[in-house]
């Protein structure tokens, strides 16, 4: 098994940290630079920051956003929101992110996946799955877009299999039932997905307690374990999740 690793996760807007439940519903969690100095001081081996109104506004991430925070940490920085175009995925690594993770444009453009992952290298292209509970598709999830508000009638599974064909390097799953709740990874969404790649694959949404990132990784087949309310509320630390994920046998960077 992989070096299991932790990662943060700054949803962003209006030049501040968000979060809510189930996508909606945004309170305040800070400041991004501030959030991003203290999750380096306690361990976080990576960081995501999605400005998670980009693609709803019909803008681009805002670029000063990821420069502020890529200047005071050295985590690898995964940036989302808003990304369509060769041109914004080369502006944003210059501004400083180490990755890019795209969701809407890629389900718009699926070319574009193929093309990013040319141009700057596989492991640089994140893509995220959102998505949602629906028997009518073939996994019983169904791929939703746009910041979550519009179903798209195709299913999540077989699209993360065509992420992996088209060269994305890691598979962002993020099950809507679940997010900001504290009640645990949807395992069964994460494990579908992790078994239908042969790529990294991120858990995320509802991480609230130290067996949920474990059940994430045995049970969800994880490789990464993005979380956000549990850390900006300071509910449990970096250091509990890891010294938790070490005494049952798994494998973490110090």
């Known amino acids: 098994m992989s070096v299991v690793k932790i990662m943060p996760c700054l949803d962003m807007k209006e030049g501040r940290v968000v979060k809510g439940i189930h996508f909606v519903d945004l309170k305040d969690a800070g400041d991004p630079v501030e959030n991003a100095v203290y999750y380096q001081k306690e361990g976080a081996d ?34 989302g929101g808003g990304i369509s175009t060769l041109e914004d995925i080369e502006m944003v690594l210059e501004a400083g992110a180490d990755k890019i993770s795209m969701n809407s444009a890629a389900v718009k453009e699926p070319n574009l996946v193929t ?27 169904e791929l939703v877009v746009s910041g979550g508000t519009k179903p798209v009638g195709q299913d999540a599974v077989t699209w993360a299999k065509q992420c ?11 099950s809507m039932d679940g997010d900001g709740t504290q009640n645990g990874y949807d395992l069964e969404f994460t494990r579908a997905i992790s078994d239908a790649v042969d790529l990294p694959v991120i858990a995320s949404g509802g991480a609230g307690t130290l067996e949920h990132f474990y059940e994430g990784v045995v049970q969800g087949g994880a490789q990464v374990l993005l979380a956000a309310s549990v850390f900006h509320y300071r509910i449990l630390s970096i250091g509990q999740v890891k010294d938790y994920l070490r005494e049952k046998g798994l494998e973490v960077r110090s």
């Open 46 to 79: 990576e960081l995501a920051m999605l400005d998670i109104a980009a693609t709803l506004e019909n803008r681009k991430t805002r670029l000063a956003w990821v420069k502020n925070v890529s200047s005071v940490i050295d985590l690898q920085l995964t940036v």
């Open 115 to 141: 093309r990013a992952a040319q141009q700057f290298g596989q492991e640089k292209v994140t893509v995220a799955i959102d998505a949602r509970r629906n028997k009518e598709m073939p996994s019983g999830f």
């Open 164 to 174: 992996q064909e088209l060269g994305a390097g890691v598979i962002l799953p993020t």
